[in-house]
């Protein structure tokens, strides 16, 4: 194992294991050595984050443990955002994320959040209980890419059709790429809406969010659209 890829392991092994010292201080280490900033967030600190969320998942982890374990990601991430290369007239792709109106359940989007800003995007966080409305003015405002939706209540997901059909009657649906998750959505209720996107966990949205957006690190286009068309409605 080369000494870049050591780094980038015990980064990884530093957040799951909620060690915020010890996370800085191999950041520290990445910019000193001359490492690339990016990688290490992707392979080291966003790594480290998705291995948390999924004992979360699986009920290992609980809420005390992933703040902890995001703690130490973000000051990780206070070392390495400002060292990452950028394209010089490049700007970082700007996400719209909020919980739709009615829930107040940020747990899920946070996550996300985290593993957005992680994989480079700039994110909009509207927080929780935001009125349709409020995603697609923002959005606009914004001049976002994508516009992230969450919901842990059924019966809160009709606010996330409310926000495409306001897109549509606004004449912006083809300018924003929608995407949305949650407990209780399903790829079938992505399909239904007409979302362009659906991600089941926080592991699964920076890559769907690059693919949408045809960037580097994403899947092949269309793969979102090829994940609804697996479920029927």
């Known amino acids: 194992m080369s000494r870049e890829t050591e780094l980038y392991a015990q980064l990884s092994d530093a957040v799951f294991n909620m060690e915020d010292d010890r996370a800085e201080g191999l950041s520290r280490e990445v910019v000193n050595e001359g490492y ?59 996400i719209v994320i909020g919980v739709i109106e009615g829930d107040t359940h940020d747990i899920g989007k946070n996550l996300v959040k985290i593993m957005q800003e992680a994989g480079g995007f700039e994110i909009i966080d509207l927080g929780r209980d935001v009125p349709p409305v409020k995603f697609v003015e923002t959005a606009e405002r914004e001049n976002a890419g994508i516009i992230c939706i969450s919901t842990l209540m059924t019966t809160t997901m009709d606010g996330m059709e409310a926000v495409i059909r306001l897109l549509e009657k606004r004449g912006l649906r083809e300018r924003f790429k929608v995407v949305v998750g949650g407990g209780p959505v399903s790829a079938a209720y992505a399909r239904k809406i007409g979302a362009d996107g659906y991600a089941a966990n926080a592991a699964e949205a920076v890559p769907l969010t690059k693919g949408l957006l045809g960037l580097a690190g994403g899947p092949v286009p269309g793969a979102a659209e090829a994940v609804k068309e697996e479920v029927p409605v």
Do not use: N, W
């Open 36 to 94: 690339d900033a990016y990688l290490a967030i992707d392979q080291g600190l966003a790594r480290g984050m998705e291995r948390a969320g999924k004992l979360f998942e699986d009920g290992e982890y609980f809420v005390p443990e992933l703040v902890l374990c995001s703690d130490a990601m973000y000051r990780g991430l206070d070392v390495l955002k400002p060292h990452i290369k950028t394209d010089g007239a490049a700007q970082k792709p700007k």
